[in-house]
């Protein structure tokens, strides 16, 4: 699946969840972009596609939460 193919198809659903994980727009979309990223140059079976996408959207966005809570208090 191309990347065009994998935003169109899955881009409100995972930016909502995105959304709710950071708790800001512009770190969603920026979290969106390295989940499609990376899933455009996997290869996943198509079966398995949508966990992988769901699994990298929560794991991205906990790991952007973590890096901002560490940068703010240093």
Excluded: P, R
């Amino acid at each position: 699946m191309d990347l065009q193919q994998i935003m169109s198809t899955y881009g409100n659903t995972h930016l909502q969840m995105a959304y709710f994980y950071t708790e800001d727009w512009h770190a969603a979309e920026e979290v969106l972009q390295n989940v499609f990223l990376a899933a455009s140059k996997s290869n996943v079976k198509s079966t398995e596609f949508e966990t992988m996408l769901l699994k990298d959207t929560m794991n991205f966005s906990k790991q952007y939460v973590q890096k901002k809570k560490k940068n703010c208090t240093i």
